[in-house]
Nanobody
Framework: QVQLVESGGGSVQAGGSLRLSCAAS????????MGWFRQALGKEREFVAGITWHGGSTRYIDDVKGRFTISRDNRNNIMYLQMNSLKPEDTGVYYC?????????????WGQGTQVTVSS
């Protein structure tokens, strides 16, 4: 099973940017559809963005369209989430997970995630 480690989170002011990384080891990352998910304090974890194994198709929730960009580098087993124009409501712990078919459902084990805090 692929092991995933998220990084790149931090504290920024509204309007700022962050780039999250999801480093994979083991398993078959290169042929896995992948997703980014987030969980705000006191709320359920939600799907944010997804990308097919070949990178040819992506999916975003409406709240982040035009602000976030998901990408991947299969040669180096890493996935990214470029987040621009951040808003306070983007605050939460961000996770990556396999998401076959981009159904907005993570099917693997959840890692520790990376905290994103956006202040107004």
């Amino acid at each position: 099973q692929v092991q995933l480690v998220e990084s790149g989170g931090g504290s920024v002011q509204a309007g700022g940017s962050l780039r999250l990384s999801c480093a994979a080891s083991g398993g078959t990352f290169w042929k896995s559809d992948m997703g980014w998910f987030r969980q705000a304090l006191g709320k359920e974890r939600e799907f944010v963005a997804g990308i097919t194994w070949h990178g040819g198709s992506t999916r975003y929730i409406d709240d982040v369209k035009g602000r976030f960009t998901i990408s991947r580098d299969n040669r180096n087993n890493i996935m990214y989430l470029q987040m621009n124009s951040l808003k306070p409501e983007d605050t939460g712990v961000y996770y990556c997970n396999p998401d076959p078919g981009l159904r907005a459902v993570g099917v693997g084990s959840w890692g520790q995630g990376t905290q994103v805090t956006v202040s107004s």
